[in-house]
């Protein structure tokens, strides 16, 4: 059987970065507008007609995209920030929770994560439902994105323009739209502090979350916080826990290291016996952190196997 998928915003950098992943499988059919993807009509044909919809849109966009869907068999997954914390959508992190996978193939309503809070709530929510963080402890996430993840102009920015800064950070307001996603998807109770920045590179990302294990409860060791993590992500395809050894190794680690890719990889650093850690995820923000994410989404809401066209 060939399913038929439209992504309302092909033309954008997530939406090529999907469709690239897809137009060479057999069992998928692109519903393609081209030159016709002004027209409201065709748009509102092609939204009410396809077997699964991925919206690559603004926020504003995508929720007039959502409101102009009148088949109820439509499965629609939305890039946006729009839906990331709606109680009606699904979010769309499979190795999130136990039952999400699950969650996500029963539903026609999920929202893709964003690329930042993939990386925390892979690091952060295990230790909160295992209970070595509790719910209302104050977490400060420190990350770096390739420019790719601020859309056309940041990219013309950084490739066309001069005078482009090697490092950027932004977000100085506190007030990230990311935030809430945050904050609700690990279970913390208190607003997630969040330090991005944007790096003079096209694409990868770190997102790092520091801890004085001497003043959480209990005060556990490394090798309890990366047992958390290795435990909550035991035999997953994609997303995966570094061995300690490993780490200990490392002198460094690169933002670019999985790009092309839809894994995650979590690293616990720490002086084993010490007080603090530093919990690091390497992801692509437009793989894990978007496409990739999108494409495995995909795969479980159309019952297809979950690794088609990812690696």
Same mark, same amino acid.
Request: glycine residues 12%; hydrophobic residues 40%; proline residues 6%.
């Given at each position: 059987? !060939? ?303 979950? !690794?088609?066209?990812?690696?």
């Amino acid at each position: 059987m !060939t399913h038929t998928i439209f992504i309302d915003g092909e033309a954008g950098t997530t939406g090529l970065e999907i469709r690239e992943r897809l137009e060479a499988r057999s069992d998928l059919k692109l519903m393609l507008l081209g030159d016709r993807r002004r027209d409201v009509g065709a748009r509102r044909e092609a939204l009410n007609s396809a077997d699964a919809v991925i919206l690559c849109l603004p926020d504003d966009a995508a929720k007039e995209a959502v409101s102009m869907i009148e088949n109820p068999a439509v499965r629609v997954i939305d890039a946006s920030t729009a839906f990331r914390v709606d109680p009606d959508w699904t979010y769309g992190f499979a190795e999130m929770a136990p039952g999400q996978r699950e969650a996500i193939a029963a539903s026609t309503r999920v929202s893709n994560p964003g690329c930042y809070p993939t990386g925390f709530i892979g690091l952060v929510r295990p230790l909160v439902s295992a209970g070595i963080m509790p719910a209302g402890w104050p977490v400060t996430v420190n990350a770096v994105s390739g420019y790719s993840g601020g859309g056309k102009a940041m990219i013309a920015e950084f490739e066309d323009g001069e005078g482009a800064p090697p490092f950027r950070a932004y977000g100085m307001t506190l007030k990230h739209k990311h935030v809430p996603e945050m904050t609700k998807r690990t279970g913390l109770e208190r607003p997630v502090l969040f330090a991005p920045a944007v790096g003079a590179y096209r694409q990868g990302m770190l997102v790092e979350v520091p801890l004085h294990l001497s003043a959480l409860p209990g005060s556990p060791s490394v090798e309890v916080v990366h047992g958390a993590l290795a435990e909550a992500y035991a035999g997953q395809r994609f997303v995966e826990v570094a061995e300690l050894e490993a780490t200990e190794a490392m002198a460094g680690i690169s933002p670019e290291g999985l790009n092309g890719t839809n894994r995650m990889r979590l690293h616990v650093f720490g002086d084993r016996g010490g007080e603090q850690v530093r919990l690091v995820a390497l992801l692509d923000n437009l793989g894990k952190g978007a496409s990739g994410a999108a494409v495995q989404n995909l795969n479980l809401m159309l019952g297809l196997d979950e !690794t088609a066209g990812l690696n």
